[in-house]
């Protein structure tokens, strides 16, 4: 009987007639069976129901410490939908700062970046310090007395706080913690900062923004899903292989490249892939792409890992790929170089994507180019893979106009499995539940 | 600023080899495209946000040497290649060709280019800004040693990728 999957349509926001709530996320344990109701990647109700359950809620990426590096820096965002500066204020105190003047509202501060000795409104001309607080008033005398000056500030982000230099915010002043809040992602993003001696990365200067017009879930689904490697990315496979990287898997495996992977649930909704290296690193695994002349200095940056860390850690955070993905919209992929990429749901099938690459504070200037050179052979819009995973996500999305014909997605790979590989969909599922969970909360 | 500093290349003949340049793409004849450049030759898409930026200690769109070109162009013709599969259709318009500098034997060419990305069922993606090439000549014949092409927008926004050749 597989009524489980037959099509059932439960009206917008998967409300039947009746006003029962239909799930939109399906799992029976006792069939193996996971899927996904197709309504959630087009309709516009859930789109919006999902601003308030999970973009409201949960802990959103605002940026790294390295990009408001000293006083006065600051970089204007855009965060779960809200204009935001994240600066570091004159004394060395990092803000976020809603980007709207406490007048009527106009944005304050107009620019990508820079460094300020304050925000200027060009509508009235009111002015603020880099900390918020409201300095300067067009003829104040003509204001009432019940005008308050010092409580007209730019407002800040109900909460913000950080974890290893990476920001987050939160719009719920009640949310928990942001180390609560991150689990087992912690112990993710610890294996990507003790690349650096000092324990400093950085966010390198170039930002890559483009669209995708796809519904955001599916580049959560597309971060840490390798089961679609070979058929999305054969022709990077190709290229690494021209360039003489060896892309055979390891002997006594039938699965997909790159073998003995695994998927993890670390908590919360966010999950990992942590497989094995075979594609080189820059932190520190030389493949023939680097070229003969970096194999002694990749050599040296194995050296200091393994004298600072030991072999055990060193082999860990050096060995292995991890494509990390925080609830909801965050993902740290370290891989051929190490990538910082978050993603705002425009549309229900339009999403903004702004990526970044993070390098170690030490790095030299050779190798910093390499790392570069490494993230663009995979990663970004002109990179030799990330244009087909845009590909795949928008004809996903085109596929769903036949939602109502063909409701449900399956997800159920590995689901007999005891050891939940890579390219299995147990950790997709993760991300499922946890959407699932939040959106039913809030139904 | 218009009269040739070289006297052996006239701004006609740059304009010509860049129209050539531009019918080659536009018909995907990438490896007579690739017959274009010199052997070290570089091609990149600086990032919107800093678009005079180094691509050695800046995060690029593009940033290709030689070999990585080469591989590129196989990636283009295969039909896996699922952003360019099947090929866009792209019109290049060039404009405002100048000769900005005469190095040795290097020549510094700025050209301004519109470059319209037709898909079947999609709006057409407009790619606008302008070029900085280095054009050198080899045994007599203008070859490509560094191709520049640089975005006017802000971000990449809904030009999406740059899966093709820009
Ligand atoms: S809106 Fe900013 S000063 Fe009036
Ligand atoms: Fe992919």
Redesign the pocket.
């Known amino acids: 009987m597989n009524d489980h999957f037959a099509p059932q349509y439960a009206g917008p926001g998967g409300r039947s007639g009746g006003g029962r709530v239909q799930p939109l996320v399906r799992e029976s344990r006792e069939n193996l069976s996971f899927a996904v109701n197709r309504e959630v990647f087009v309709s516009r109700e859930i789109f919006e129901r999902e601003q308030r359950a999970i973009f409201d809620r949960c802990w959103i990426y605002l940026g790294h410490a390295s990009e408001v590096r000293n006083p006065g820096d600051y970089k204007t965002r855009s965060v779960a939908g809200r204009p935001v500066i994240f600066c570091r204020d004159r004394s060395g105190q990092v803000h976020g700062l809603i980007n709207s003047?406490r007048?009527?509202?106009?944005i304050v501060c107009r620019e990508r970046e820079g460094n300020a000795r304050g925000f200027y409104?060009m509508?009235?001309?009111?002015t603020y310090n880099t900390d918020g607080t409201l300095r300067g008033v067009p003829d104040e005398a003509s204001y009432p007395p019940s005008f308050d000056k010092a409580a007209m500030g730019l407002a800040h982000v109900p909460r913000l706080e950080s974890y290893k230099d990476f920001y987050f915010v939160s719009f719920d002043r009640n949310a928990v913690d942001l180390e609560t809040y991150l689990a087992g992602a912690k112990a993710y993003i610890d294996l990507v900062v003790d690349q650096s001696p000092s324990g400093r990365m950085e966010i390198i200067s170039g930002i890559q923004e483009y669209d995708i017009k796809a519904n955001w879930k599916l580049l959560v689904e597309n971060s840490v899903d390798d089961y679609h490697l070979v058929a999305t990315h054969s022709t990077w496979l190709n290229y690494m292989r021209n360039s003489g990287v060896n892309m055979s898997p390891p002997k006594g495996s039938g699965l997909l490249l790159p073998t003995k992977g695994l998927g993890k649930d670390l908590g919360n909704g966010h999950l990992t892939t942590d497989n094995p290296n075979y594609r080189g690193r820059p932190v520190a695994r030389w493949i023939s792409v680097y070229g003969e002349d970096a194999k002694a200095d990749i050599e040296a940056i194995r050296a200091e890992l393994a004298a600072r860390l030991g072999e055990a850690r060193a082999a860990r955070v050096a060995d292995t790929n991890r494509n990390l993905a925080i609830f909801p919209n965050l993902v740290i992929n370290d891989g051929s170089s190490v990538t910082v990429r978050h993603f705002t749901p425009v549309a229900p099938d339009l999403m903004h994507v702004t990526a970044w690459a993070l390098g170690p504070v030490e790095e030299t200037e050779a190798q910093r180019a390499r790392r570069l050179h490494a993230f663009l052979t995979f990663y970004g819009p002109g990179g030799f893979a990330t244009p087909d995973d845009v590909a795949a996500l928008e004809n996903a999305q085109q596929g769903y106009a036949s939602w109502r014909e063909v409701p449900w997605n399956d997800l159920s790979r590995g689901m007999a499995k005891n050891e939940h590989t890579n390219t299995d969909e147990e950790h997709l599922r993760v991300f499922w539940r946890r959407w699932s969970e939040l959106m039913e909360a809030h139904a | 600023m218009n009269k040739p500093l070289d006297a052996t290349v006239s701004r006609a003949e740059i304009e010509d080899f860049l129209f050539h340049e531009a019918d080659l793409l536009d018909n995907w004849k990438l490896d007579d495209w690739l017959a274009l450049l010199t052997d070290d030759a570089a091609y990149y898409v600086p990032p919107n946000d800093k678009p005079d930026a180094d691509h050695r200690t800046t995060l690029f769109t593009i940033a290709d040497d030689i070999v990585r070109l080469r591989e590129r162009v196989i990636r283009l013709k295969d039909p896996n290649c699922h952003a360019e599969y099947p090929p866009s259709r792209t019109r290049r318009l060039i404009a405002n060709v100048r000769i900005v500098g005469v190095d040795g034997d290097t020549i510094g060419v700025a050209a301004n280019f519109a470059v319209y990305r037709y898909r079947r069922g999609e709006p057409v993606r407009e790619f606008v800004g302008h070029y900085r090439h280095k054009l050198r000549r080899v045994g007599g014949v203008l070859k490509i040693a560094e191709r520049r092409a640089i975005l006017d927008a802000h971000e990449l926004g809904p030009m999406g990728s740059v899966s093709f050749i820009l």
């Open positions: 003047c007048h009527r509202g106009a409104c509508y009235h001309g009111w």
